[in-house]
């Protein structure tokens, strides 16, 4: 009875320096020794163990059962030594136990959490993955979850983005990543409390990891303003996350309901003088001012592709002097035909009014102003190109 009390008094520290419930601990162990018990010698086949949760009396009956399944017999067969079988048995038991339950708890833990942001310490790097330690589990951050150029050093702490939860015999593998936009969005939560609370949204978010993010943010309070909530005192609370992405820009741009406004605010810091949205293409064509050309587009066109990514629009952006350009060109009347193959596989210019094809041959000789024969070509030179229809050069 000692024994069993002692063992009892041991299975519910375990439990406890654990985190296993003890009914969950004496189930496994009655399950083991069912299958210890039937490797015995004249066993019943078919058998159940019980175990007193007070006193730690181990039991075993041996059942017959009809063909239904039902007990229809029960008899007491517990061996003589079967405490010595129960205590090796335990033991295994709860080892192996103990190692799932901790891998069930782990997993638990972390199950559901896609989209979360952890912190973790830097443990192993190399060209496939890196590995951060959260404390009782590991991350993967695999390569394709990195931001090019940045350094993982050995020992640093580093905040990532949840992106997957899988369970696995040997516990969870939690997937977390450096590049999703998801990660800027909870960096913003934690550096600003508007956020976390609600009153600040974060509607939309573009982005390319290590160079340049962009945000556009709402207020649901019309006393709040959303971009200085996110800006912070002299830029305290966006410097923390430009400091966690390693010194990687973020726009920060006011969200609006108005396609036109939202493409304008978008494409900050340029100034737009204009904006003709085509439902039909889901095109924006947006027009700036000459001095503003490049910085719409910005380095290598990475601002106007995050304005279409944040904005969901095809942007195309032209300064005041092209669409004018543009406007003056699709304004003028010009002269109506096609390039058509002849009977002999030369290619001709056939004016849509009739009359005779011209050669391209025949055109290139009017436009230099030499033509030997003299034939149609003031009129080549007027339609080939199309020139315009009232002589005007083309």
């Known amino acids: 009875m000692k024994d069993q009390f002692a063992f009892l008094d041991a299975l519910q520290q375990i439990a406890k320096d654990k985190g296993i ?6 189930d496994a162990l009655a ?4 299958a210890a018990y039937k490797r015995l010698p004249d066993a019943a086949e078919e058998a159940v163990v019980t175990i007193d949760p007070e006193t730690g009396d181990i039991r075993v009956y041996g059942q017959e059962l009809d063909e239904d399944g039902n007990v229809v017999r029960e008899w007491d067969d517990t061996p003589s030594d079967f405490g010595r079988i129960a205590a090796q048995t335990a033991k295994q038991v709860m080892t192996q136990r103990i190692r799932e339950a901790e891998r069930d708890l782990k997993y638990e833990e972390y199950a559901g959490r896609e989209g979360d942001i952890v912190t973790g310490i830097i443990q192993q790097s190399d060209n496939r993955y890196t590995l951060l330690d959260l404390g009782k589990v590991e991350a993967l951050l695999p390569q394709a979850e990195q931001v090019p150029y940045e350094r993982y050093e050995h020992g640093a702490r580093l905040k990532a983005y949840i992106v997957e939860v899988r369970k696995t015999t040997k516990g969870p593998q939690i997937v977390v990543s450096r590049t999703h936009p998801g990660l800027i969005k909870r960096l913003f939560e934690l550096e600003v409390p508007e956020i976390s609370s609600g009153v600040v949204e974060i509607k939309a978010a ?3 990891p290590g160079h340049r993010t962009k945000i556009a943010v709402w207020s649901n309070d019309g006393n709040v303003d959303p971009v200085g909530a996110c800006v912070g005192a002299r830029g305290a609370r966006v410097r923390m996350v430009t400091n966690e992405l390693r010194g990687e820009k973020v726009d920060i741009v006011p969200f609006s ?3 036109r406004e939202f493409v304008m605010r978008a494409l900050q810091p340029a100034k737009v003088k204009e904006v003709h949205l085509d439902d039909l293409t889901g095109t924006a064509t947006v027009v700036v001012h000459d001095f503003q050309l490049s910085l719409a587009i910005g380095k290598e066109g990475q601002n106007a592709r995050l304005a279409a990514r944040l904005t969901g629009w ?3 952006i032209k300064s005041e002097t092209q669409m004018a350009e543009e406007e003056a060109y699709a304004n003028e009347d010009w002269a109506e035909g096609e390039w058509v193959t002849n009977a002999e596989g030369e290619m ?7 009359g005779e094809a011209v050669s391209a041959e025949a055109w290139s000789l009017g436009e230099g102003g030499t033509p030997e024969d003299g034939e149609g070509g003031g009129e080549a030179a007027s339609a080939a190109e ?6 005007g050069a083309a």
């Open 257 to 259: 309901d108005d396609p």
């Open 386 to 391: 199309p020139a315009p229809a009232d002589g």
């Open 206 to 208: 573009a982005r390319e």
């Open 348 to 354: 001709v210019w056939q004016p849509a009014e009739g």
């Open 21 to 26: 419930s003890v009914d969950t601990l004496l």
């Open 314 to 316: 095809r942007i195309d």
């Open 31 to 34: 399950n083991a020794l069912v």
